[in-house]
């Protein structure tokens, strides 16, 4: 079984920071990709950023030029640095890595709010 826990949200004014880091219980080193999204009350599961074993990146429009995702693979870690926050990035951040292709797994959820 692999376990995600995710850590460093909180509440920031808007145009803040943030860094999320999701540890992984196994080896990310294979895992391909590993992903944020994000939950805001009300709306449906969405995605964030992902990042493959490559360390190719994508991101959804919202998050382009101010999240950053990127891995370490010595620590089984994955990051979300977000920057210019925005109200409307408030949600719950959700971290989800797939193996082998098939099995996804996630994580429990870590809360942002963002005040105007």
């Known amino acids: 079984q692999v376990q995600l826990v995710e850590s460093g949200g909180g509440l920031v004014q808007a145009g803040g920071s943030l860094r999320l880091s999701c540890v992984v219980s196994?080896?990310?080193?294979?895992?391909?990709?590993i992903s944020w999204y994000r939950q805001a009350p009300g709306k449906e599961r969405e995605l964030v950023a992902q990042i493959t074993s490559a360390d190719r990146t994508n991101y959804a429009d919202s998050a382009k030029g101010r999240f950053t995702i990127s891995r370490d693979n010595a620590k089984n870690t994955v990051y979300l640095q977000m920057n210019s926050l925005k109200p409307e990035d408030t949600a719950i951040y959700y971290c989800r890595a797939i193996r082998g292709g098939v099995l996804s797994y996630w994580g429990q959820g870590t809360q942002v709010t963002v005040s105007s």
């Open positions: 196994i080896s990310i080193f294979n895992i391909n990709p």
